[in-house]
């Protein structure tokens, strides 16, 4: 099976796994969202991941919420495929406005 999930870095100790899916549910159905914990003292190490039904859910999400704030932080946004992170996804170029 194939996992639509991407990584969300910049994370405010602030955030849940609960308020990270909130922010990510306008954008598909989120099947999964997950803060990762310092072992030792319980606290967020400042990011996360959130795994999507689908490919245009994730493609989406990666789109619109990348840079953006959440909880008072900026975060940044990576595609994981296969246990890998990528720092770029091919993008379709927006059409210029006339």
């Known amino acids: 099976d194939v996992e639509y999930r ?7 100790w602030a955030t849940t796994d609960q308020s ?3 922010a990510f ?11 990762i914990n310092d072992r030792e003292t319980g606290r967020s190490r400042g990011f996360g991941f959130v795994t999507f039904k689908d490919e245009h859910s ?3 999400a990666i ?3 990348n ?4 909880d008072g932080r900026n975060i940044t946004m990576k ?8 720092n770029q996804m091919k993008m379709v170029p927006s059409k210029k406005q006339v």
């Open 20 to 22: 990270l899916e909130e």
């Open 58 to 60: 994730l493609r989406e």
């Open 63 to 65: 789109e619109g919420m």
């Open 25 to 35: 549910k306008p954008y598909g159905e989120v099947l999964d969202s997950k803060i």
């Open 67 to 70: 840079g953006q704030s959440l």
């Open 79 to 86: 595609l994981v495929l296969f246990g890998v992170l990528f």
């Open 6 to 12: 991407c990584f969300v870095g910049g994370l405010a």
